[in-house]
């Protein structure tokens, strides 16, 4: 009797033994075959996975080479002390190029007389950090003005920073406009002021010190992520944790289903109202300050995923993740964006129906845009500016005339 129990022990022992090596052997051909034939052969973060679902093979394609390409910059992001402003190091890699000034391009040369220079400032979708160079929104806006000035000499820069607000970008700008001869200083940012906010509500940054360190995994690098254990660096595991956050928190969530938007507390209300103030705030005394140098300033209030008409299921799965993780933050982001409204003076568009005529992936990540949004956002910025570039121009020629 007992050897028959000592045997079915040793039989149960082995089935067990068994099924552990069974799952392993699943577990490593299924990451096999999602690295060498599917697009999720780099799943790092929330990021590639989303990029995985909704960009072309070519696109993906250069997104993963880009963040490789970023990795290889080790201390890529720097402070100016003095100031709110960090840039980036100059460095070259095959995908970037950043120059003296400390941002995304080629080393500015002297201003010519019949040339127009244009400065977009941003956070991380105007830099590109998905995106080869000439697909970068900067980039296009220089395409559609060329096209649409063939007489003059349009220069773009690409003065996005990743992790950028309202505050950074105009500290950047009053650094760097100068110096650049801008005829035109260009802001699409809020998105980040917007997450910012929701946390802290309406604040000053304080000036950087010469001993302040500067994070430097605002995307994250590739070069540490290879440090982790396996299991955080699966493939399997990252598009599981993702697919439940996204794809299938809404039959979990604690809200209504058909009601993702959280009523917001009176004091996330006030907040969302006193920091768009702030922002509005800002943009008048920039306005101010650079008319006063002959600088013409505009402001987009770029798209934001909750704005947008119609939604892709990815877009609103994304959404429903949102109201899981932050309870009212959808509704803090339209309260914040809806209380900024377009206006002349100081000059401020609104993209917030620029995707409405679309239900594709514009905002894959609840943040980024996809390239084919990039290249409506650019479409855009390039229409709303082309006749005040042609007013300012004829302004020029006219005193140009006179003397």
């Not at 910059?73 to 095959?94: C, F, L």
């Not at 430097?216 to 982790?228: S, T």
């Not at 982001?333 to 620029?354: G, M, N, R, T």
């Amino acid at each position: 009797m007992k050897k028959i129990k000592r045997l079915d022990k040793i039989n149960s022992l082995t089935k067990f033994l068994f099924a552990v090596f069974s799952v392993f052997l699943l577990f490593a051909f299924t990451e096999i075959i999602l690295a060498n034939f599917s697009k999720f052969s780099e799943t790092l973060n929330n990021l590639e996975y989303y990029a995985g679902i909704s960009f072309s093979d070519e696109d993906l394609k250069t997104a993963i080479k880009a963040r490789e390409d970023l990795a290889l910059i080790d201390e890529r992001i720097i402070g100016v002390p003095g100031t709110t402003v960090y840039k980036y190091r100059t460095a070259r890699v095959d995908s970037f190029n950043f120059n003296s000034f400390g941002f995304r391009g080629e080393e500015p040369g002297k201003k010519e007389e019949n040339e127009f220079r244009i400065a977009v400032f941003g956070d991380s979708r105007i830099v590109g950090i998905y995106l080869a160079e000439d697909k970068t929104i900067p980039s296009v806006v220089g395409k559609r003005l060329k096209a649409n000035f063939p007489d003059t000499k349009i220069t773009v820069f690409n003065l996005g920073i990743e992790g950028y607000e309202l505050q950074r970008a105009i500290a950047f700008a009053e650094l760097t406009a100068e110096d650049l001869q801008l005829d035109m200083a260009v802001f699409c940012t809020a998105i980040n002021d917007v997450n910012y906010s929701f946390e802290n509500g309406p604040s000053d940054l304080p000036p950087f010190t010469s001993q302040d360190e500067i994070y430097q995994n605002l995307v994250e690098n590739i070069a540490e992520n290879k440090k982790k254990p396996f299991y955080k660096r699966s493939r399997l595991i990252s598009i599981i944790k993702e697919a439940f956050m996204s794809d299938f928190v809404k039959y979990s969530s604690s809200f209504p289903k058909d009601k993702i938007f959280a009523p917001l507390l009176p004091e996330y209300e006030k907040r969302a109202v006193d920091s768009a103030d702030k922002f509005i705030e800002r943009m008048t005394e920039t306005s101010n300050k650079f008319s006063k140098k002959g600088i013409k300033t505009v402001f987009f209030i770029p798209p934001a995923l909750q704005m947008k008409k119609k939604w892709s299921m990815l877009e609103q799965n994304l959404i429903y993740k949102n109201e899981t993780l932050l309870r009212g933050y959808n509704n803090y982001a339209v309260k914040f964006i809806e209380h900024i409204k377009e206006s002349e003076d100081p000059l401020v568009f609104s993209q917030a129906k620029v995707f409405d005529e679309t239900s594709d992936t514009m905002i894959f990540d609840g943040i980024h845009l996809t390239p084919q949004a990039s290249e409506l956002v650019a479409g855009d910025i390039a229409e709303k500016v082309t006749p005040i570039i042609r007013e300012l121009i004829s302004k020029k020629n006219s005193h140009s005339e006179k003397n």
